[in-house]
Protein backbone atom coordinates (compact mmCIF):
# COMPACT_ATOMS: atom_id res chain seq x y z
CA UNK A 1 0.00 0.00 0.00
CA UNK A 2 0.90 3.78 -1.03
CA UNK A 3 1.05 6.16 1.41
CA UNK A 4 1.68 9.72 0.60
CA UNK A 5 2.46 12.46 3.24
CA UNK A 6 2.64 16.46 2.29
CA UNK A 7 4.04 18.79 4.13
CA UNK A 8 5.35 22.68 3.85
CA UNK A 9 1.57 24.48 3.57
CA UNK A 10 0.31 27.15 5.75
CA UNK A 11 -0.03 31.21 5.11
CA UNK A 12 2.30 33.46 3.00
CA UNK A 13 1.54 36.88 1.59
CA UNK A 14 1.44 38.26 -1.70
CA UNK A 15 4.50 37.90 -3.70
CA UNK A 16 5.59 35.35 -0.84
CA UNK A 17 6.95 32.19 -1.11
CA UNK A 18 6.50 28.68 0.45
CA UNK A 19 7.27 24.97 -0.55
CA UNK A 20 5.84 22.06 -0.49
CA UNK A 21 6.91 18.96 0.14
CA UNK A 22 5.26 15.46 -0.43
CA UNK A 23 6.91 11.99 0.25
CA UNK A 24 5.59 8.31 -0.84
CA UNK A 25 6.23 5.34 1.05
CA UNK A 26 5.43 1.94 0.22
CA UNK A 27 5.63 -0.24 -2.89
CA UNK A 28 6.39 2.15 -5.84
CA UNK A 29 7.12 0.91 -9.39
CA UNK A 30 10.14 2.80 -10.52
CA UNK A 31 8.46 4.58 -13.12
CA UNK A 32 5.67 6.44 -12.29
CA UNK A 33 4.27 10.59 -12.41
CA UNK A 34 4.18 12.44 -9.02
CA UNK A 35 2.52 15.99 -9.30
CA UNK A 36 0.34 18.51 -6.96
CA UNK A 37 -3.36 19.03 -7.45
CA UNK A 38 -5.34 22.10 -5.77
CA UNK A 39 -9.16 22.18 -4.72
CA UNK A 40 -10.59 25.88 -3.43
CA UNK A 41 -13.67 26.29 -1.78
CA UNK A 42 -16.61 26.03 -4.29
CA UNK A 43 -14.23 24.87 -7.12
CA UNK A 44 -13.34 21.69 -8.79
CA UNK A 45 -9.42 19.81 -7.81
CA UNK A 46 -6.96 21.33 -10.62
CA UNK A 47 -3.74 19.87 -11.71
CA UNK A 48 -0.87 22.47 -10.39
CA UNK A 49 2.11 20.55 -11.89
CA UNK A 50 3.28 17.00 -12.58
CA UNK A 51 6.83 15.28 -12.92
CA UNK A 52 7.63 12.17 -14.39
CA UNK A 53 10.34 10.07 -13.43
CA UNK A 54 12.51 11.06 -15.91
CA UNK A 55 11.87 14.85 -14.85
CA UNK A 56 10.19 15.77 -17.50
CA UNK A 57 7.46 18.11 -16.60
CA UNK A 58 3.89 20.28 -16.69
CA UNK A 59 2.54 23.20 -15.39
CA UNK A 60 -0.72 24.86 -14.97
CA UNK A 61 -1.16 27.90 -17.41
CA UNK A 62 -2.15 29.85 -14.06
CA UNK A 63 1.41 28.80 -12.14
CA UNK A 64 3.71 28.90 -14.90
CA UNK A 65 6.93 30.73 -14.41
CA UNK A 66 5.77 31.31 -10.93
CA UNK A 67 6.12 27.39 -9.28
CA UNK A 68 8.61 25.09 -9.95
CA UNK A 69 7.40 21.27 -9.20
CA UNK A 70 11.31 19.28 -8.49
CA UNK A 71 11.85 15.32 -6.81
CA UNK A 72 13.98 13.03 -5.94
CA UNK A 73 13.67 9.46 -7.10
CA UNK A 74 15.67 8.35 -4.26
CA UNK A 75 13.56 9.44 -1.44
CA UNK A 76 10.30 9.08 -3.64
CA UNK A 77 9.58 12.87 -2.62
CA UNK A 78 8.22 15.41 -5.18
CA UNK A 79 8.60 18.93 -4.02
CA UNK A 80 6.76 22.06 -5.12
CA UNK A 81 8.29 25.31 -5.10
CA UNK A 82 5.82 28.25 -5.32
CA UNK A 83 6.90 31.97 -5.90
CA UNK A 84 5.32 35.13 -6.05
CA UNK A 85 2.35 33.54 -4.87
CA UNK A 86 -1.11 35.52 -5.44
CA UNK A 87 -4.87 35.46 -3.29
CA UNK A 88 -6.35 33.09 -5.85
CA UNK A 89 -3.10 30.41 -4.99
CA UNK A 90 -5.62 30.14 -1.83
CA UNK A 91 -6.20 26.28 -1.77
CA UNK A 92 -5.58 23.11 -0.20
CA UNK A 93 -3.10 21.33 -2.06
CA UNK A 94 -2.96 17.43 -2.58
CA UNK A 95 0.29 15.18 -3.62
CA UNK A 96 -0.80 12.60 -6.19
CA UNK A 97 1.50 9.34 -7.80
CA UNK A 98 0.12 7.81 -10.62
CA UNK A 99 1.23 4.51 -11.85
CA UNK A 100 -0.44 2.09 -14.60
CA UNK A 101 -4.31 1.60 -13.58
CA UNK A 102 -3.53 3.26 -10.00
CA UNK A 103 -3.92 6.75 -8.58
CA UNK A 104 -2.84 7.88 -4.96
CA UNK A 105 -3.43 10.81 -3.45
CA UNK A 106 -2.20 12.68 -0.19
CA UNK A 107 -4.53 13.91 2.66
CA UNK A 108 -3.95 17.26 1.55
CA UNK A 109 -2.35 21.02 3.28
CA UNK A 110 -3.39 24.47 3.25
CA UNK A 111 -2.18 27.17 1.70
CA UNK A 112 -2.87 30.38 2.40
CA UNK A 113 -1.97 33.52 0.30
CA UNK A 114 -3.28 36.62 2.18
CA UNK A 115 -1.98 40.30 3.85
Known amino acids: QVQLVESGGGLAQPGGSLRLSCTASGSIFTSNIMGWYRQAPGKERELVAI???????NYADSVLARFIISRENAKNTVYLQMNSVKPEDTAVYYC?????????WGQGTQVTVSS
Open 96 to 104: NLRVPGIIH
Open 51 to 57: ITSGGRT
